[in-house]
């Protein structure tokens, strides 16, 4: 089992919609997550970072955090044809070891939104 | 705006050469990383540093070496670049995670180094 899974896409949503990106982890220990957006051939930029379970907004961005679950998401609100790109779960901040820190990416879902 | 270089940006080569991709950051961040990426697939990790003298191998197998002597630079060598090497090559750096210290330990990404071994 992958550290990080995405649920798998490609996923493809009309202009105005919401774009719901699924994310589980394995390692409970895990303390911090993170989502990237990476256009094709460009780096991955942050879009959210999350610790605390519930929800945290900014803009038209959501991320939700269940460690129970060990689930995460991202909801984006009023798609726009601009958010087309590959989304990127990432979890860390490992307490302890070495991997403490260490940020482990998911395979990353590609959005597409269509005017 | 992050304060991470890579150089060079783009880089066609020929099998055999030794090759040497730069990074650097002025961030002060201890952490520093190296990923490999091909075009549509995932991020791979193939080395990191948690400071001066501290490399490790990251989770995917590379036959590449890393040196962290500055805090600031956190240099990536092929003695032998083959054509499996071509890849984009992508530097990050981060701070420790902290949150009541306000450190979100998010990776701060360069431009990538994009490899062609012909």
């Known amino acids: 089992q992958k550290e990080v899974e995405q649920n798998s896409g490609p996923l493809s949503v009309p202009e105005g919609a919401i774009a719901s990106l699924n994310c589980t982890y394995s390692?409970?220990?895990?303390?911090?997550f993170f989502w990237y957006r990476q256009y094709s051939g460009k780096s991955p930029e942050l879009i959210m970072f999350?610790?605390?379970?519930g929800d945290k907004e900014d803009g038209r961005f959501t991320a939700q955090l269940n460690k129970a679950s060990q689930y995460v998401s991202l909801l984006i609100r009023d798609s726009q044809p601009s958010d087309s790109a590959t989304y990127l779960c990432?979890?860390?901040?490992?307490?302890?070891?070495?991997?403490?820190?260490?940020?482990?990416f998911g395979q990353g879902t590609i959005l597409t939104v269509h005017p | 705006e992050a304060d991470i270089y890579q150089t060079p940006r783009y880089l066609v080569i020929g099998t055999g050469k030794k090759i040497t991709l730069e990074c650097s950051q002025t961030?002060?961040?201890?952490?520093m990383y190296w990923y490999q990426q091909d075009p549509g697939m995932e991020l791979h990790l193939i080395h990191y540093s948690y400071g001066v003298n501290s490399t490790e191998k990251g989770d995917l197998s590379s036959e590449s070496t890393v040196s962290r002597i500055r805090t600031e630079h956190f240099p990536l060598t092929l003695e032998s670049a083959r054509p499996s090497h071509t890849s984009q090559y992508l530097c990050?750096?981060?701070?420790?995670?902290?949150?009541?210290?306000?450190?979100?330990?998010?990776?701060?990404f360069g431009e990538g180094s994009r490899l062609t071994v012909l």
């Open positions: 990050a750096s981060s701070e420790y995670f902290s949150p009541r210290g306000g450190n979100t330990g998010e990776l701060f």
């Open positions: 990432a979890g860390g901040g490992r307490a302890g070891g070495t991997s403490y820190g260490k940020l482990t």
């Open positions: 999350i610790y605390s379970n």
């Open positions: 961030m002060g961040h201890d952490k």
């Open positions: 390692d409970r220990g895990s303390q911090s």
